[in-house]
T-cell receptor
Framework: KQEVTQIPAALSVPEGENLVLNCSFT??????LQWFRQDPGKGLTSLLL?????REQTSGRLNASLDKSSGRSTLYIAASQPGDSATYLC??????????FGAGTILRVKS | AAGVIQSPRHLIKEKRETATLKCYPI?????VYWYQQGPGQDPQFLIS???????DKGSIPDRFSAQQFSDYHSELNMSSLELGDSALYFC?????FGAGGPGEQFFGPGTRLTVL
């Protein structure tokens, strides 16, 4: 059974800092991995999708890496802003259609 | 760009009542997924459909059923509602594997169901 773990569970940083969110998964036979952002009580916004054959993806200040063999992904956020405050969820897709989510990292960027 | 549409956005029901949630996928997306997110929890996969056929099934209670229609919209029917069914219900859509798409799932804003 695929299990996804995210570390840290919560993170508070001052504005402008670069930060790294970690995601690990137990079954490395994944099809792809997605990072999402969720604001309180709101929907999930897809940030980045990494296919199993890829090593990283970049979008603006976000960079996600994937090391499938070790079962790890990181989300790097450069020059953090208060508007980045949200919960960040990692989800992996193995066979079938379902995404298996981690519990998320709650990020707070202080101005 | 068009996004996934869900209706209603909020729904309040009594125990043992029924509820129907609707999802309209992004145009040209042929795969629809349903997830349930309880308070303080991560989303849990319920069920998915590809080209109007059930393609995968997760932890969906027997009291729930779903289908995808010819226009690709989907409905989640929930009967004999229980207090524990109170949650955010998300629909997501993507291009299916058959279309050679990357399978990126795009989520709707969710329907918040409260069972009293």
């Amino acid at each position: 059974k695929q299990e996804v773990t995210q570390i840290p569970a919560a993170l508070s940083v001052p504005e402008g800092e670069n930060l790294v969110l970690n995601c690990s998964f137990t079954d490395s036979a994944i099809y792809n991995l997605q990072w999402f952002r969720q604001d309180p009580g709101k929907g999930l916004t897809s940030l980045l999708l990494i296919q199993s054959s890829q090593r990283e993806q970049t979008s603006g200040r976000l960079n996600a890496s994937l090391d499938k063999s070790s079962g790890r992904s990181t989300l790097y956020i450069a020059a953090s802003q208060p508007g980045d405050s949200a919960t960040y969820l990692c989800a992996v897709r193995r066979d079938g259609n379902k995404l298996v989510f981690g519990a998320g990292t709650i990020l707070r960027v202080k101005s | 760009a068009a996004g996934v549409i869900q209706s209603p956005r909020h729904l309040i029901k009594e125990k043992r009542e029924t509820a129907t949630l609707k999802c309209y996928p992004i145009p040209r997306h042929d795969t629809v997924y349903w997830y349930q997110q309880g308070p303080g929890q991560d989303p849990q996969f319920l069920i998915s459909f590809y080209e109007k056929m059930q393609s995968d099934k997760g932890s969906i209670p027997d009291r729930f059923s779903a289908q995808q229609f010819s226009d690709y919209h989907s409905e989640l029917n929930m009967s004999s509602l229980e207090l524990g069914d109170s949650a955010l219900y998300f629909c997501a859509s993507s291009l299916g594997f058959g279309a050679g798409g990357p399978g990126e799932q795009f989520f709707g804003p969710g329907t918040r169901l409260t069972v009293l």
